[in-house]
Every structure is written in structure tokens, then in C-alpha cells.
Nanobody, 114 residues
Framework: QVQLVESGGGLVQAGGSLRLSCAASGFPFRTSSMSWYRQPPGKPRDLVATISPLGDRTNYANSVKGRFTIHRDNSKNTVDLQMNNLEPEDTAIYFC???????WGQGTQVTVSS
């Protein structure tokens, strides 16, 4: 079955960096676009970034453009999210997701202190 396992979250001060990683299995990863979403406390889940199957096209939410970078390694079935210059507003649970699927992982908590 589809498995998405996120890791790399933690507590960081504003201006700091974190790198999230997602290990995917159970579906044809190399031909799937992949996305990162986030859900702040008490708010709905929002799209953060998407990467094409070959990694040659990316899209970002306006709020993270220039600060976050999505990357994938098709040899390892992983998709990462490099987050720089973090802001308190980035505090959320972060999830990776296959846009054409319905499965979600448990997410990883990112907390940015001011």
C-alpha cells in the first residue's frame, strides 16, 4: 500500500533552516508529481510546493517563494523540502502528498519561535 513517511521537523528560531524529507513507497514514484502541504494550528491544510516527476518543474506558494526549495531523488524515492529564513508563520504540521492519490502520512511538526 501507499506509504509516505515524513521526517526532519523540529523547533527552530526565526531565521533558521530545516530540511524535511519524505520517503515514499507503494506507487510509481518516478512518474508521479509530488507535493508538500502544511497545516497550521486551527487552520486548513494548504499547498506549499510541487515538483514534477523528473524534477524539472517546481511551483511554490507565494508565501514561501525564495525561501523554500523542493527537491526529489528518484533513485531513493524521496522528496525533500529545504526551508530557509523560517518565520513564525511557517509553524505547522508538514505533509508530503502524491497529488493524484488519496493517502497522507503522519506529517512532521515544524515550530518556529520568534
Amino acid at each position: 500500500q501507499v506509504q509516505l513517511v515524513e521526517s526532519g521537523g523540529g523547533l527552530v528560531q526565526a531565521g533558521g533552516s530545516l530540511r524535511l524529507s519524505c520517503a515514499a513507497s507503494g506507487f510509481p514514484f518516478r512518474t508521479s508529481s509530488m507535493s508538500w502541504y502544511r497545516q497550521p494550528p486551527g487552520k486548513p491544510r494548504d499547498l506549499v510546493a510541487t515538483i514534477s516527476p523528473l524534477g524539472d518543474r517546481t511551483n511554490y506558494a507565494n508565501s514561501v517563494k525564495g525561501r523554500f526549495t523542493i527537491h526529489r531523488d528518484n533513485s531513493k524515492n524521496t522528496v525533500d523540502l529545504q526551508m530557509n529564513n523560517l518565520e513564525p508563520e511557517d509553524t505547522a504540521i508538514y505533509f508530503c502528498h502524491r497529488p493524484t492519490g488519496t493517502s497522507w502520512g503522519q506529517g512532521t511538526q515544524v515550530t518556529v519561535s520568534s
